[in-house]
């Protein structure tokens, strides 16, 4: 049979949209998750609120890489289930069709989306982890302009504390402002206005305009009585803290490129320490990719049902395999970071582990007649979930009473 055939473009098209559909529900959830999260971090920071949104969007190749192989795993699982639900696949292997035949179409969407996750996880999500974190220290520091909160003090350069009871106009007008000023001769100026706003200076970008309208200063020199001006303008230069630079890519392994890795990792001059976390981080990235080319098969070996059944447990037992995998590989590259146990070992002994059980499966499916890969789960399944139908059957028709029984 010439490929691609009819049968070829009709898989496509259920495997496609079930797996785009996936991918995006997973990608948003995650999204959504964690801008709650960004929100409340950026208003406890006082800063703007657009920070969110480049955050997220750094944070998007990271949730990509792992929606990709949920939404690749899901959408050839939910089409071959349609296809062995509907009786056609019964038609197609009939007509001559093996399942490795028919996975020909899968397998090159596979490929497609190895490589491109490959790209994302090797080099474009250490580029975006690094700018989400410049944004995350840059909105500490108030390098983004953090705002002043209302009703707190905040000090500036350690000999400025201000203090705004109300602001309007998204900021451009500030209520009920209190600022105390120290020199380094010991002067202090107590300083109330009734409202105010800041103003940038020209030629000099480190230094701030507050300017106060009608209020009063309380000077305070050592050795003198206070003095109290009242003005109804007045100009208090502002010099903004120094805010040191963000420090280079390559702080964490997770920054730092694929290439760059396999320099470090293998490098034997660093210490046994930076290079053992290296190799694991390494490892990690690159079983999480390879694990992909097993996808196809463990979705077709969970995708059939037993006959004269429309169950979904496949669908279940694969998210939580996929899930469990997952947080495996998360603690081997923890431990094998900390030097406990080998990186190749530690990441690629489960990836062996899992890939003879999908193999398994995948034979038990496709070459043995009748064969069920998860056959003694749906059957305990079955067994339960007969016997709760059965107690809420004796539920509802209520305690059986005893009869009577008749006098003597």
């Known amino acids: 049979m010439r490929f691609p055939s009819a049968i070829d473009r009709y898989i496509f098209r259920l495997v ?39 955050m997220l969007a750094n944070m998007l190749p990271e949730y990509a890489s792992l929606a990709i192989p949920l939404g690749l795993m899901l959408g050839i699982l939910l089409a071959f289930r349609k296809l062995a639900t509907s009786s056609e696949l019964d038609v197609m292997r009939a007509v001559g069709l093996s399942y490795t035949r028919m996975l020909y179409v899968p397998y090159v ?3 497609v989306l190895v490589a491109f996750n ?4 090797g080099y474009l999500q250490p580029l975006s982890r690094y700018y989400y974190e410049e944004l995350n220290y840059e909105l500490k520091s108030g390098a983004l302009g953090a705002s002043i909160k209302v009703g707190e003090f905040t000090t500036l350069k350690d000999r400025i504390a201000l203090r705004i009871d109300e602001s309007q106009d998204d900021g451009r007008r500030l209520m009920g402002i209190f600022a105390r000023v120290a020199n380094a001769k010991g002067q202090v100026l107590s300083i109330s ?26 000077q305070d020199m050592p050795g003198q009585q206070p003095r109290v001006l009242t003005f109804t303008r007045h100009d208090l230069p502002i010099e903004l803290p120094a805010i040191e630079k963000f420090r280079k890519r390559g702080g964490q392994d997770r920054e730092y490129l694929l290439p760059e890795l396999m320099k470090l990792g293998w490098n034997d001059q660093l210490p046994r320490q930076e290079r053992v976390s290296s190799q694991a981080n390494f490892n990690y990235r690159m079983v ?3 694990m992909m080319l097993l996808l196809p098969l463990l979705a077709v070996a969970l995708a059939i049902p037993p006959k004269r059944s429309t169950s979904a447990l496949g669908l279940f037992v694969s998210i939580v395999m996929i899930v469990a995998y997952h947080k495996v590989n998360q603690y081997a590259n923890d431990v094998a970071s900390l ?17 003879l059980l999908i193999l398994w499966m995948y034979w038990r499916v496709a070459y043995v007649p009748g064969g069920q890969a998860i056959g003694w789960l749906e059957k305990a399944s079955d067994t339960v979930i007969k016997r709760l139908k059965s107690l809420l059957r004796r539920k509802r028709r209520g305690p059986i009473l005893p009869i009577p029984a008749d006098p003597i």
């Open 339 to 355: 030097g406990r146990i080998n990186p190749v070992l530690g990441l690629w002994g489960p990836f062996l582990v899992l890939a």
């Open 118 to 121: 490959f790209a994302i996880v």
């Open 109 to 111: 969407i596979t490929l």
């Open 288 to 290: 999480e990719v390879v």
């Open 16 to 54: 496609l949209m079930p797996m785009l559909g996936i991918f995006l529900l997973a990608a948003s959830l995650l999204v959504l998750d964690k801008m709650l999260r960004l929100f409340d971090f950026v208003a406890t920071e006082g800063g703007p609120v657009g920070v969110v949104f480049k």
């Open 193 to 218: 206005a009734r409202e105010g706003r800041f103003l940038a200076l020209k030629g000099s970008p480190d230094t701030i305009i507050l300017r106060l309208e009608q209020g009063q200063i309380i």
